[in-house]
């Protein structure tokens, strides 16, 4: 047998061959894991090739973990933003100087809401632009529209601001780009014909891949775009930076969208409570009215608070105040129901505690959890008295005029939309210069202290307003409100707050005159001689022909359909103010009498001739009214 010439040196075992043979294929394995993500050079491996390639991979997969850790923490920014100044400062303070240099924020003008029809072409606005400041004082001290300019090129470049609005043409290369809706580099061709559409003409556009174009769109449609910028001092984007510029722009637009949809819901519920307020107060006889509302804070900013001042007959005026359960469009549009119940209710003239009754019966006809809390009071100046009944409400303040302050005692009651419940009222002195003050819990109570530590802390605090007056002086009705509201700390706005205010002045008995006539013919001659031996013994003998001809026509009308004695009062306060009732509910109409007609012009001239007249229903029939303007007025 021939034997090969080898040396006995480079024999090996079979086992050591093929151990050898393995080891190899393990290395390559690893080193193809790093150049896969790294490419090697061309040229032939060396011994140290493998270890490098190593590092670069794991490198890779450090910058992977730092951009997906810097996508979370940047959306998580952006996400706790409420309204949209908010969103685009967390997109703006997320991205410089962490993913970018300088970033420019584009919104549509105005921002479409909900379902709104698009319109072509549309308007961006810019909205915010942030960029690296510079630390010395001249940059510090520059206006902001300055210290905002974009870094386009060169960080230390002074140059101009980008154009604040861009028009977007339909077919042109910024809408072909914001509708691609994909974030695109600056230095591709699209972005090329984009960038001086939206920057401007004449403004710079960077060069390489150093600008990112990402479109904001929202749920529906496009509402603005970002550019992200940066510098010659620092690497280039790379592919997997527009899967970054992506994530940022999708979150800022749904935030967006998200806050544009609630501050519209908020305007809209805002403005639908503040349309169910007064817009003004009356100025009823006897009284100074004044009123506060407050909304609570953006988090709970619609409520169902609500106040009202409703003239009555015989110069008397009811006082409201409720609070309907709940922070909801719904709670403010149930207060708007109720409200208009009350004015209704009122009108009829019927006793505090049956208001209440029928309040509640209305509550529960608008569903099983309709609640709210009430208080109703009827100020009567002539007898000095009031009247109040309670549904669950804070208990009114009473403000004497020695500036004593107390908490009125009146009976509780059950809140309205329990059902099965009966209201009680209490009747009490309401002495002139005295001042009551109705109020809903939000300015009594909050997360901070109980609702009887809010009510002692506003009885003190009205003792000491009216302590600066003096005794013989009432502290004045609207700087009485603004104090009062002063009392509210940072921590004290968790509901909204109504506030009303009453100052008693009374009429004295020697400004009111009061008569019963008989329902017969001669009825209107004797009012006549009344009224004129009133006005004589008030001084106002310049208005005798004038209200006896007016008197006359009232109590003729009311003698015609009356059956028992009708009644005959005049007020002199600032104003005449004469009242005729009788038992007949039927209203008086004015209407336009023919030339043949008789009768039918006694309404026409009161009408013509007085500063106001009017007529209410009452329980027992009802009322005409008519005012006549002194000679000092």
Same mark, same amino acid.
């Given at each position: ?32 894991a790093a150049a896969a993500a790294i490419p090697s050079p061309a040229a032939a491996p060396g011994p140290g090739t493998g270890a490098a390639a190593l590092a670069d991979a794991q490198a890779a997969t450090r910058r992977e973990g730092d951009r997906l850790r810097f996508v979370g923490a940047a959306t998580r920014r952006i996400a706790r933003g409420i309204d949209l100044d908010e969103i685009v400062l967390g997109l703006c303070r997320a991205s410089v100087p962490t993913f970018s240099d300088a970033i420019l924020v584009y919104l549509r003008d105005p921002l479409p809401v909900g379902d709104e029809r698009p319109v072509s ?5 810019? *909205? ?43 077919? %042109? ?30 403004? +710079?556009? +960077?060069? &390489? ?12 449609? $496009? ?62 006889? %006897? ?116 500036? *004593?302050?107390?908490?009125? *005692? ?40 109980? $609702? ?17 007056? &003096? ?10 409100c603004d104090d009062v509201l002063d009392m509210l700390g940072p921590g004290d706005r968790d509901d909204d707050i109504a506030l009303l205010a009453a100052r008693f002045d009374g009429i004295a008995p020697s400004d009111v005159a009061y008569w019963y006539l008989e329902p017969e013919d001669a009825a209107p001659g004797r009012a006549r001689r009344l009224a004129r031996r009133a006005l004589s013994r008030w001084g106002l003998e310049e208005l005798s022909d004038e209200v006896e001809l007016l008197v006359s026509e009232v109590v003729t009308n009311a003698v015609r359909y009356a059956e028992r004695p009708v009644t005959l ?11 005729? %009732? ?19 012009? %006694? ?31």
């Amino acid at each position: 047998m021939t034997e090969h010439p080898t040396s006995h040196e480079g024999r090996q075992p079979l086992a050591a061959r093929q151990q050898e043979r393995t080891r190899p294929r393990q290395q390559d394995a690893t080193a193809a894991a790093a150049a896969a993500a790294i490419p090697s050079p061309a040229a032939a491996p060396g011994p140290g090739t493998g270890a490098a390639a190593l590092a670069d991979a794991q490198a890779a997969t450090r910058r992977e973990g730092d951009r997906l850790r810097f996508v979370g923490a940047a959306t998580r920014r952006i996400a706790r933003g409420i309204d949209l100044d908010e969103i685009v400062l967390g997109l703006c303070r997320a991205s410089v100087p962490t993913f970018s240099d300088a970033i420019l924020v584009y919104l549509r003008d105005p921002l479409p809401v909900g379902d709104e029809r698009p319109v072509s072409p549309f308007v961006l606005r810019l *909205r915010r632009s942030d960029r690296l400041r510079h630390t010395d004082e001249d940059a510090e001290a520059a206006p902001e529209t300055e210290r905002l300019r974009p870094l386009l090129t060169d960080p230390t470049a002074d140059l101009m601001p980008a154009a604040e609005l861009c028009e977007v043409r339909a077919g %042109g290369a910024l809408a072909e780009v914001l509708r691609g809706v994909r974030p695109v580099f600056g230095d591709s061709a699209a972005a090329r014909a984009a960038l001086p559409e939206l920057l401007g003409a004449g403004r +710079p556009v +960077p060069t &390489g891949h150093r600008a990112i174009l990402a479109p904001l769109r929202g749920r529906r449609r $496009v509402i603005g775009a970002a550019v992200f910028v940066r510098s010659t001092e620092r690497p280039a984007f790379e592919a997997s930076d527009l899967l970054v510029a992506a994530q940022l722009a999708t979150h800022t637009a749904l935030g967006i969208d998200k806050a544009v949809l609630y501050g519209r819901e908020a305007y809209i519920a805002d403005e639908l409570q503040r349309t169910m307020l007064p817009d003004s107060l009356p100025q009823p006889t %006897g009284v100074r009215l004044a009123s506060r509302y407050l909304p609570a804070a953006e988090t709970a900013r619609v409520g169902g608070d609500w106040y009202d001042a409703i003239p009555l007959p015989g110069s008397r005026v009811a006082l409201v105040v409720g609070d309907v359960m709940g922070h909801s469009m719904t709670s403010a549009a149930i207060m708007g129901q109720l409200r208009t119940t009350a004015q209704t209710l009122a009108q009829l003239d019927l006793p505090p505690q049956e208001v209440l009754h029928h309040l509640d019966e209305q509550a529960q006809r608008l569903g099983s959890d309709r609640m709210a809390t009430c208080l109703y009071a009827v100020y009567d100046p002539v007898a000095h008295r009031i009247t109040i009944a309670n549904a669950g409400h804070p208990p009114p303040v009473l403000l004497h005029l020695g500036g *004593r302050a107390e908490v009125l *005692r009146v009976p509780p009651g059950a809140p309205i939309g329990v059902g099965g419940v009966d209201f009680e009222a209490v009747e009490l002195d309401a002495p002139a210069g005295a001042t009551l003050l109705l109020y809903t819990d939000g300015l009594v109570e909050s997360r901070l202290r109980d $609702v009887w530590t809010g009510i002692e802390q506003l009885r003190e605090r009205l003792a000491a307003t009216a302590q600066l007056t &003096g005794d013989d002086h009432s502290p004045p009705l609207e700087a009485l409100c603004d104090d009062v509201l002063d009392m509210l700390g940072p921590g004290d706005r968790d509901d909204d707050i109504a506030l009303l205010a009453a100052r008693f002045d009374g009429i004295a008995p020697s400004d009111v005159a009061y008569w019963y006539l008989e329902p017969e013919d001669a009825a209107p001659g004797r009012a006549r001689r009344l009224a004129r031996r009133a006005l004589s013994r008030w001084g106002l003998e310049e208005l005798s022909d004038e209200v006896e001809l007016l008197v006359s026509e009232v109590v003729t009308n009311a003698v015609r359909y009356a059956e028992r004695p009708v009644t005959l009062r005049l007020l002199r306060t600032d104003i005449l103010r004469c009242e005729v %009732g009788d038992d007949s509910p039927q209203l008086p109409r004015q209407r336009r009498a023919r030339e043949t007609d008789e009768g039918g012009r %006694g309404l026409f001239l009161v009408n013509r001739l007085a500063r106001r007249w009017g007529a209410t229903r009452l329980s027992t029939g009802k009322v005409v009214w008519f005012e006549m303007a002194t000679r000092s007025q």
